[in-house]
């Protein structure tokens, strides 16, 4: 899942994390989450420096999660769900291939 890559960032914990094109059009579609749109950045900045959340049932699955004070209506933080996978290097070695799945806004207390 490495073609058509929007942007990679690194997060907090050293992991480089991409978004593709395709990902991008599914969360901002109008039936998904369409206030994401112009919260591409919140969205870099939840990647670079959330907290993150390893799912109990799909250990390859991570929620990071950060709050501002600038969302849509009364949300309060970004959530991204990232994917942690494997792809294949030139030589057949195993390369990380980590990236977002999906992101929402959410109000949090």
């Excluded at 480089?16 to 599914?26: A, G, K, V």
């Excluded at 579609?29 to 390893?54: C, D, F, V, W």
């Excluded at 799912?55 to 699955?61: G, H, M, R, V, Y």
Aim: proline share 5%; glycine share 8%.
């Amino acid at each position: 899942m490495t073609a058509g890559k929007r942007w990679s960032v690194c997060d907090r914990y050293g992991n480089d994390i991409y978004l593709t094109h395709e990902r991008w059009r599914h969360i901002v579609e109008a039936t998904n989450h369409p206030e994401m749109s112009a919260y591409e950045e919140h969205l870099k900045a939840t990647i670079r420096s959330g907290k993150r959340k390893q799912d109990p049932l799909n250990p390859q699955k991570y929620r990071y999660v950060e709050g501002f004070d600038d969302l849509a209506e009364d949300n309060t933080h970004i959530v991204a769900i990232v994917l942690f996978r494997y792809g294949e290097g030139q030589g057949g070695e195993p390369i990380p291939s980590d990236y977002v799945v999906t992101a929402y806004q959410k109000e949090i207390g």
